[in-house]
């Protein structure tokens, strides 16, 4: 979980629009469009994120405002962990207990199973589908449910992501 409480904090440098000193002193190594890559070490680690374009919060059906911390899809790289393109999101609130996100790309739906404020795919299978499905896509939106009970629907813009999947993928083998 440490790991990945770092990894919303520096992807959070490259997706806030933070000033370019900020963005220097953080481990950004490449970025395209809507998506970037970081790279991290002990243990070593690169993803690619991105932010969503666009937010809708409801609650009983009604749009709502809502206080949210970041909200950010990763697709992550851990050679030393043998994970390879695990995909994960952060909704920026803790979600429901034992509740589930739903990702849909290009009308093909994923489950994502919760815990805390993240969610992941079941399976590395699943991450696998997912990521081709990300690369072939245009956008990606996750619906989700709230510990306090707001459905949050978060659409996200694949433009730049196979490139930097691709490099995410590539820093992490060599």
């Given amino acids: 979980m440490i790991g990945r409480i770092s990894l919303t904090l520096a992807a959070a440098f490259a997706v806030t629009g933070l000033p370019a000193f900020a963005q220097e002193q953080s481990n950004r190594v490449a970025a395209e469009t809507d998506w970037a890559v970081f790279q991290g070490n002990e243990p ?5 994120v991105t932010a969503p374009k666009e937010t809708v919060n409801t609650r009983d059906g009604n749009v709502v405002s809502v206080r949210r911390g970041d909200i950010l899809l990763f697709v ?3 050679p030393e962990q043998n994970i390879s393109g695990e995909v994960s999101f952060t909704g920026g609130y803790p979600f429901a207990d034992g509740s589930t996100a739903t990702l849909d790309i290009g009308g093909t739906t994923f489950e994502l199973f919760t815990e805390g404020e993240y969610a992941w795919p079941a399976t590395p299978a699943d991450d696998q589908k997912i990521v081709t499905a990300i690369k ?4 990606a939106t996750i619906t989700a449910r709230s510990s306090r009970g707001t459905q949050t629907k978060d659409t996200f813009s694949l433009l730049g992501a196979t490139s930097m999947i691709e490099e995410a993928e590539k820093l992490c083998a060599s």
């Fill in 136 to 139: 072939r896509g245009s956008d």
């Fill in 44 to 48: 070593k680690e690169c993803w690619a």
């Fill in 76 to 78: 992550t790289y851990r």
